[in-house]
């Protein structure tokens, strides 16, 4: 029987098709949690209130941050979740190797966070129509559907962005995980200890000042730019971690 | 052509050696059966030959290519054992069509008519189905996928005495239509030594034969007789088991080094000489006392 030649970009495409299948269960998720943002989000993300005498003032904001952020959270898990065994192992019984492997996940995770930021955004109108017919009183910034097109894309675009970031966090920690147990407990320890460990000297520490770094960044390009280094940095660690991992079952 | 290559292969597991200095070539188009005990290092070997494992030591070469990370062997090997991950998410029918995405060879009108002979519904997941159900549907993934290198790792696990004759037999009608290099290790080799060309047996993570079956049938015999007469004719001979039988009788197998005339001569000595069967003569073989089991009891 005669050798079958493959190329690299051809199992990378075919492992992506079929993981856009077997991992559907990821976008149900990403529907759960985002209609439960959207819950939580009517409460109002921010506000503020004031009285004097008989007088009260209370404004609330309403806004879909609340969605970006479980969608953020979502992602992270998400690339966590694909990278453990049961998800890995699956890809041995087709044509792969490590490297193809990983980076059908990547294009996966990357699929993911654009359907995510797209989402998010769009969870804005949801929001709107809720608030308008549920809570009385209210100021809607813009009732048509398309009012400003560029920030609808630019805040799609740059919620893509974030959850992309937390995606390639989760998946050089999820791949930590699974060269050493250990990384489940430290890396959450690392984590809380130095929020805890900031808190107590009550000046910013390095999770803060990571935090400012890609959330208090005004400029798009230059956000752009540290996200794709970022980013690039994790996954390609994540890449040399595993590419000698062995197939355990 | 030779297939597997492979020249002191060593595979350390927390400080243990599954496989110790391994040397062994595999032909093309030739079944060749994989046999050992529990724990010689059967599972190793073709786990490093489908690049699942990286070998500590030695050199093991597949298609004259290293199996690890090699996406050429990935796509001309494939390996079917009983804890294969399976996607959940994925019914028994999407399974066979992904399958058939990859596997270029992949003849999908004979995994869909297996699928129906053994009555497993397509819809099913493969977590749902019985242990001999999995490995049914597993051996079929592995007949269909019909890639140049097929291993199967103790395929028949779990699957009862009808479906492991099915299963026999399909393996050898697509192989004659599809000559390819297969590999079974199994605990049954009185079942599927007529399906076999080759033999090798492991011990300890080594080679200890590898042979064609056809000679291994003829490879020891055992002698039966007075023990004084045994011990005699045995003198100078590795024993390779011995077993008393009844009183002042004893059964001993040797390898089968005699010539004719020596044959009539233990006949006249009151000696019974019989073939060994392959399966039998493996277990012997194999086992780390020369009395079996019986040493076991026998201390007292």
């Given at each position: 029987m005669s050798l079958t030649k493959v190329s690299m970009v051809d199992v990378v495409k075919k492992q992506y098709l079929y993981k856009l299948k077997a991992y559907s269960q990821v976008f149900m998720s990403l529907i759960f949690i985002q209609l439960l943002a959207v819950l939580f989000s009517m409460n109002g993300v921010g506000g503020l209130g004031s009285s004097e005498g008989s007088f009260q003032i209370e404004i609330k904001y309403f806004?879909?941050?609340?969605?970006?952020?479980?969608?953020?959270?979502?992602?992270?898990?998400?690339?966590?979740?694909?990278?453990?065994?049961?998800?890995?192992?699956?890809?041995?019984?087709?044509?792969?190797?490590?490297?193809?492997?990983?980076?059908?996940?990547?294009?996966?995770?990357?699929?993911?966070?654009?359907?995510?930021?797209?989402?998010?955004?769009?969870?804005?109108?949801?929001?709107?129509?809720?608030?308008y017919y549920l809570i009385s009183d209210v100021s809607l910034k813009s009732t048509s559907v398309m009012s400003a097109p560029n920030e609808f894309f630019l805040g799609s675009f740059s919620t893509f962005l974030?959850?992309?970031?937390?995606?390639?966090?989760?998946?050089?920690?999820?791949?930590?995980?699974?060269?050493?147990?250990?990384?489940?407990?430290?890396?959450?320890?690392?984590?809380?200890?130095?929020?805890?460990?900031?808190?107590?000297?009550?000046?910013?520490?390095?999770?803060?000042?990571?935090?400012?770094?890609?959330?208090?960044?005004?400029?798009?390009?230059?956000?752009?730019?540290?996200?794709?280094?970022?980013?690039?940095?994790?996954?390609?660690?994540?890449?040399a971690l595993s590419n000698r991992m062995e197939v355990r079952s | 052509m030779t297939v597997i290559e492979c020249r002191g292969l060593t595979k350390v597991y927390g400080g243990a050696k599954a496989l110790n200095n391994l040397s062994c070539n595999i032909e093309e188009n030739k079944i060749t059966g994989l046999i050992g005990r529990n724990g010689a290092g059967k599972t190793t070997l073709l786990k490093i030959i489908a690049g699942f494992l990286k070998e500590t030591s030695g050199e093991l070469t597949v298609f004259s290519e290293n199996p690890f990370n090699n996406l050429l062997v990935s796509a001309n090997v494939i390996f079917i054992h009983d804890q294969m991950n399976l996607p959940t998410s994925l019914n028994l029918k999407e399974i066979l069509e992904t399958a058939a995405s990859f596997y270029e060879n992949w003849d999908h009108d004979l995994a869909n008519r297996l699928l129906e002979y053994f009555s497993l519904n397509p819809l099913q997941h493969h977590n749902g189905l019985s242990k001999g159900m999995k490995s049914t549907f597993n051996v079929i993934f592995g007949l269909a996928a019909r890639v140049p290198l097929t291993l199967f790792d103790e395929p028949t696990s779990g699957m009862d005495a009808a479906v492991r004759k099915d299963f026999y037999r399909a393996l050898l009608k697509d192989y004659l239509a599809h000559p390819r290099t297969i590999i079974i290790s199994s605990h049954h080799l009185n079942e599927i030594e007529d399906l076999l060309e080759d033999i090798l047996l492991m011990k300890d993570g080594k080679e200890l034969l590898h042979l064609p079956i056809a000679d291994l049938k003829e490879w020891g015999i055992g002698l039966q007789g007075k023990t004084a007469i045994v011990d005699e004719w045995t003198q100078n001979k590795e024993l390779i088991y011995t077993k008393s039988v009844g009183f002042d009788q004893s059964y001993v197998v040797v390898r089968n080094d005699?010539?004719?005339?020596?044959?009539?001569?233990?006949?006249?000595?009151?000696?019974?000489?019989?073939p060994v069967t392959s399966s039998d003569l493996c277990v012997y073989l194999t086992s780390k006392t020369k009395g079996g089991i019986d040493d076991v009891f026998n201390k007292g």
């Open positions: 806004s879909a941050v609340m969605v970006v952020a479980f969608t953020m959270l979502w992602g992270f898990i998400t690339a966590i979740i694909i990278t453990t065994k049961a998800y890995r192992n699956d890809d041995f019984v087709f044509v792969t190797n490590r490297a193809s492997s990983n980076l059908s996940n990547i294009v996966f995770l990357l699929t993911a966070s654009i359907i995510g930021g797209i989402t998010s955004m769009l969870s804005t109108y949801l929001i709107k129509v809720i608030v974030y959850i992309f970031l937390f995606c390639a966090l989760g998946y050089l920690i999820g791949t930590l995980v699974q060269i050493n147990k250990v990384f489940a407990v430290l890396i959450p320890a690392a984590f809380f200890g130095g929020l805890i460990f900031d808190g107590l000297r009550g000046n910013e520490g390095v999770i803060a000042k990571g935090f400012n770094f890609f959330f208090m960044e005004p400029s798009l390009t230059l956000f752009l730019i540290k996200v794709i280094v970022t980013a690039g940095l994790l996954i390609s660690f994540a890449f | 005699f010539s004719e005339s020596e044959w009539q001569k233990a006949r006249i000595a009151g000696l019974e000489l019989t």
